[in-house]
């Protein structure tokens, strides 16, 4: 019996003015959606094949080519929502008042400066999701 579907390099380009393309995977739950995004942003390494990003093979996650965002929001319950932004700043090794003076410019547009200081309990879950 053949696949009901089969997709097979099919390809498919939309350009905007603001965006210049973008990319919809759809499929039932279970499928593959999230860990062909972590093959994609070196966050899952593939049993076979190989994944490009810009041309090159993707070794591990390499945040100026691809960032994550992840379904769950996946905040450290014991750091603040400031300290938890600082968190990728601090994997960089950028220095602590740097990390701090960033991590407090991005929490206004994500309409969260009033609550760099509470914790993830504390938070909505639409906040932790902004976080």
């Known amino acids: 019996m053949s ?3 089969a997709v097979d390099r099919v390809g498919k380009r939309y350009h905007t003015r603001s965006a210049g393309e973008f990319c919809t995977l759809i499929g039932p739950s ?9 093959m994609i942003g070196g966050l899952v390494a593939p049993d ?10 993707v070794a591990g996650p390499d945040p100026r080519h691809v960032a994550t ?17 600082e968190f990728g700043l601090e994997l960089q090794g950028v220095p602590r008042g ?17 609550f760099g200081g509470k914790y993830p309990r504390e938070l909505s879950g639409g906040s932790k999701m902004s976080t």
């Open 3 to 5: 696949d009901l579907i």
């Open 30 to 38: 279970g499928c593959g959606k999230s860990t062909l995004l972590g």
């Open 48 to 57: 076979a094949g190989r994944v490009l990003v810009d041309g090159r093979a």
């Open 69 to 85: 965002v992840f379904q769950d929001p996946g905040l450290f319950p014991w750091r603040t929502a400031l300290e938890n932004v």
């Open 98 to 114: 740097r990390r701090r003076a960033v991590a407090t410019e991005l929490l206004a547009p994500l309409g969260l400066r009033d």
